[in-house]
């Protein structure tokens, strides 16, 4: 799975690379980090760009779904929480000019600020052509207008979409950053540094070396890794402080270890529901074969018996092979969600009657490779 802020001690590998983007940051108003889909980008931001912010910054990240205004408004709402007309205009976020009104705002308050928009492939991949042009046409204003830094970061192959929005050719001229894969030292330190911080170390040398055999070459091979490590730290040996040749061998080796846990996760489900665990990835996969965010309700609509399919998508869910999080949803439009019961909230008013819409995904696009069933299943 991906790294997250909170996971910033423990990212390790990535130090050069975080420095040299942030040189770039600080010389450009518009730019694009890309790289192959599992080089780690989004583990790349949260857990490396982000913490790692210069003196006087401030960031934000959105990813763009099926409603990109909504993404950067939910991002925004927490930044602003204390600024209750602030909070009220955030319910308007898609007219641009309130929107590139409510950024220049923000950023007035510190010295310089930035706005990352991972994932944002899926701007292309889950959105119509109106959205897209929409949404490229405002980080154009953010980054021309607003006064604000504004970093794409998207899989190398969608970068070309971009040329289509006049909006975004700076990305073309900048400076390009380019994540790609982590070299065998880069993964060395991500396996090993870690642990070592925890008073844990491999049992041999040997063993890492065999780690990082595993996954030479492979477009994945950091998110890779990174389960199955889990995976062994879940069976380390607290009392000799050690990460095991057994304990290895248990969980199936790093290529083996995510296949092994989503074959068992379907073992449990039972093999009876594996056309609800086929039809359930089906909905949640492009045509571009990357990940698609699904609100729950129209996942579940789709399968012949939501009240069998729910415990099975609940299962996916606790096993890490599916993500699921919340937004709140006041009114019949889906941009207006989590901030404006936020506002009514600040203003001490009775927020008016609310639901949950929970929003789900594949943990990681790895998975779309790493394991064979879901692989057959795709090809089919």
Same mark, same amino acid.
């Given at each position: 799975?991906?790294?997250?802020?909170?996971?910033?001690?423990?990212?390790?590998?990535?130090?050069?690379?975080?420095?040299?983007?942030?040189?770039?940051?600080?010389?450009?108003?518009?730019?694009?980090?890309?790289?192959?889909?599992?080089?780690?980008?989004?583990?790349?931001?949260?857990?490396?760009?982000?913490?790692?912010?210069?003196?006087?910054?401030?960031?934000?990240?959105?990813?763009?779904?099926?409603?990109?205004?909504?993404?950067?408004?939910?991002?925004?709402?927490?930044?602003?929480?204390?600024?209750?007309?602030?909070?009220?205009?955030?319910?308007?976020?898609?007219?641009?000019?309130?929107?590139?009104?409510?950024?220049?705002?923000?950023?007035?308050?510190?010295?310089?600020?930035?706005?990352?928009?991972?994932?944002?492939?899926?701007?292309?991949?889950?959105?119509?052509?109106?959205?897209?042009?929409?949404?490229?046409?405002?980080?154009?204003?953010?980054?021309?207008? +607003? &006064?604000?830094?504004? !970093? *794409?970061? %998207?899989?190398?192959?969608? @970068?070309? =979409?971009?040329?289509?929005?006049? #909006?975004?050719?700076?990305?073309?001229? +900048? &400076?390009?950053?380019? !994540? *790609?894969? %982590?070299?065998?030292?880069? @993964?060395? =330190?991500?396996?090993?540094?870690? #642990?070592?911080r925890e008073g844990f170390a491999f049992e041999d040398d040997s063993l890492v070396e065999e780690m990082l055999d595993s996954v030479e070459g492979a477009r994945g091979a950091l998110p890779l890794l990174a389960?199955?490590?889990?995976?062994?730290?879940?069976k380390r040996d607290r009392e000799t402080g050690l990460l095991t040749r057994s304990a290895y061998d248990e969980i199936g080796g790093v290529a083996g270890a995510l296949a092994q846990h989503a074959e068992q996760?379907?073992?449990?489900?039972?093999?009876?529901?594996?056309?609800?665990?086929?039809?359930?990835?089906?909905?949640?996969?492009?045509?571009?074969?990357?990940?698609?965010?699904?609100?729950?309700?129209?996942?579940?609509?789709?399968?012949?018996?939501?009240?069998?399919?729910?415990?099975?998508?609940?299962?996916?869910?606790?096993?890490?092979?599916?993500?699921?999080?919340?937004?709140?949803?006041?009114?019949?439009?889906?941009?207006?969600?989590?901030?404006?019961?936020?506002?009514?909230?600040?203003?001490?008013?009775?927020?008016?009657?609310?639901?949950?819409?929970?929003?789900?995904e594949i943990i990681h696009e790895s998975l779309l490779r790493a394991w064979p069933r879901l692989v057959r299943w795709q090809a089919q």
């Amino acid at each position: 799975t991906s790294y997250t802020e909170e996971d910033a001690e423990v990212f390790c590998g990535r130090e050069g690379e975080v420095a040299a983007l942030w040189e770039r940051l600080q010389r450009r108003r518009l730019l694009a980090l890309i790289g192959p889909s599992g080089a780690g980008k989004t583990s790349f931001v949260r857990a490396g760009v982000i913490p790692a912010c210069p003196e006087g910054w401030r960031a934000i990240v959105s990813t763009p779904g099926r409603a990109p205004m909504t993404g950067l408004a939910h991002a925004l709402a927490a930044e602003v929480a204390g600024d209750v007309e602030a909070v009220q205009q955030l319910v308007r976020m898609e007219d641009p000019e309130i929107a590139t009104a409510m950024l220049r705002r923000w950023r007035q308050g510190h010295g310089e600020a930035l706005v990352v928009v991972d994932q944002f492939e899926e701007l292309f991949t889950l959105n119509p052509a109106e959205t897209q042009a929409h949404f490229a046409e405002l980080l154009g204003r953010l980054a021309n207008d +607003a &006064d604000v830094h504004v !970093l *794409l970061s %998207l899989r190398d192959d969608f @970068l070309i =979409r971009c040329s289509e929005h006049q #909006a975004l050719a700076p990305v073309f001229t +900048a &400076d390009m950053t380019p !994540l *790609l894969a %982590l070299e065998r030292e880069g @993964l060395r =330190r991500a396996l090993v540094e870690p #642990a070592k911080r925890e008073g844990f170390a491999f049992e041999d040398d040997s063993l890492v070396e065999e780690m990082l055999d595993s996954v030479e070459g492979a477009r994945g091979a950091l998110p890779l890794l990174a389960f199955a490590v889990s995976r062994l730290w879940e069976k380390r040996d607290r009392e000799t402080g050690l990460l095991t040749r057994s304990a290895y061998d248990e969980i199936g080796g790093v290529a083996g270890a995510l296949a092994q846990h989503a074959e068992q996760t379907l073992e449990r489900s039972g093999l009876e529901r594996e056309p609800i665990v086929r039809e359930l990835f089906r909905n949640l996969v492009t045509a571009q074969q990357t990940r698609a965010a699904a609100d729950r309700d129209e996942l579940l609509s789709v399968l012949p018996d939501a009240e069998i399919g729910a415990p099975v998508l609940d299962q996916l869910i606790d096993a890490r092979l599916l993500t699921s999080y919340e937004l709140r949803d006041t009114t019949s439009h889906p941009e207006r969600g989590i901030v404006e019961s936020r506002a009514k909230d600040l203003m001490q008013e009775s927020p008016p009657p609310s639901r949950a819409t929970h929003r789900i995904e594949i943990i990681h696009e790895s998975l779309l490779r790493a394991w064979p069933r879901l692989v057959r299943w795709q090809a089919q």
